[in-house]
């Protein structure tokens, strides 16, 4: 399965941007997805988390600012990004856990390459 993610860019501090993550392949749903960022010489950092029971947690840094969401008909994730911040800079990269078909229970892998976010102040 190829995640491939999109719609990072440049904005203005109090901007808004909203990120996808498409599913390709041999996927039948997406179990659980997440959203990740790194900034230049900083750790990785969760983000957001879109589970499979329908609920969603967020890094303090983001809360009520994301909303992670998906489609699953698309096998989609979006993550959408509001009042940005300059500390929001960072390549974003998505990860979602997988079931290759209604029967099968197990939970496969997969990382999508990221998408840079570049917030000015």
């Known amino acids: 399965v190829q995640l491939q993610a999109s719609g990072g860019g440049l904005v203005q501090a109090g901007g808004s941007l909203r990120l996808s993550c498409a599913a390709s392949?041999?996927?039948?749903?997406?179990?659980?997805a997440k959203w990740y960022r790194q900034a230049p010489g900083k750790e990785r950092e969760l983000v957001a988390v879109?589970?499979?029971?329908?609920?969603?947690n967020y890094a303090d840094s983001v809360k009520g600012r994301f909303t992670i969401s998906r489609d699953n008909t698309k096998n989609t994730v979006y993550l959408q990004m509001n009042s940005l911040r300059p500390e929001d800079t960072a390549v974003y990269s998505c990860y979602v856990g997988y079931f290759t078909s209604r029967r099968s229970s197990v939970i496969h892998n997969s990382w999508g390459r990221g998408t840079q976010v570049t917030v000015s102040s």
């Open positions: 879109s589970s499979s029971d329908g609920s969603t």
């Open positions: 392949g041999n996927i039948f749903s997406i179990n659980v």
